[in-house]
């Protein structure tokens, strides 16, 4: 491809974008509020006796858990922005569209799960780009 650019005078668009040098305190609290917000899901989601058994509700339990342990893995640590974007694209709702009626008490948890998820993607006021 390199030989394309050269030919048609283009910039490297492939090149990698500068690493940001990330607010850790910033991202660890972050990281916490999504814990939480996962961990209260699981909760709510295990409290709905009429869903427990369908094998995609318990599944989705347990990729929060999954995805709950490894926030706590990466904030108990040092992480990288691509480890944090790379969990926060893994967060998805627990329906999409119109919730049904036996299971929209976790509407409010959803709406935060993702408002969490997104705020891990920004790039924080703190943050910049090492040159």
């Given at each position: 491809?390199?030989?394309?650019?050269?030919?048609?005078?283009?910039?490297?668009?492939?090149?990698?974008?500068g690493?940001v040098?990330?607010?850790?305190?910033?991202?660890?609290?972050?990281?916490?509020?999504?814990?939480?917000v996962?961990?209260?899901?699981?909760?709510?989601?295990?409290?709905?006796?009429?869903?427990?058994s369908?094998?995609?509700?318990?599944?989705?339990?347990?990729?929060?858990?999954?995805?709950?342990?490894?926030?706590?893995r990466?904030?108990?640590?040092?992480?990288?922005?691509?480890q944090?974007?790379?969990?926060?694209?893994?967060?998805?709702?627990?329906?999409?569209g119109?919730?049904?009626?036996?299971?929209?008490?976790?509407e409010?948890?959803?709406?935060?799960?993702?408002?969490?998820?997104?705020?891990?993607?920004?790039v924080?006021?703190?943050?910049?780009?090492?040159?």
């Amino acid at each position: 491809m390199s030989f394309l650019r050269r030919i048609f005078g283009g910039k490297d668009d492939l090149a990698p974008a500068g690493t940001v040098r990330l607010d850790v305190d910033q991202r660890k609290a972050q990281l916490v509020e999504l814990e939480r917000v996962l961990d209260k899901l699981v909760e709510v989601m295990k409290a709905n006796d009429r869903r427990m058994s369908n094998p995609g509700w318990r599944e989705r339990m347990a990729e929060y858990r999954r995805l709950s342990g490894e926030s706590y893995r990466l904030r108990a640590g040092s992480f990288t922005r691509e480890q944090i974007l790379d969990l926060a694209f893994e967060i998805r709702p627990v329906f999409t569209g119109e919730l049904p009626d036996d299971v929209r008490v976790v509407e409010p948890l959803q709406v935060q799960l993702l408002a969490a998820a997104t705020a891990l993607q920004d790039v924080l006021p703190g943050e910049r780009p090492d040159s």
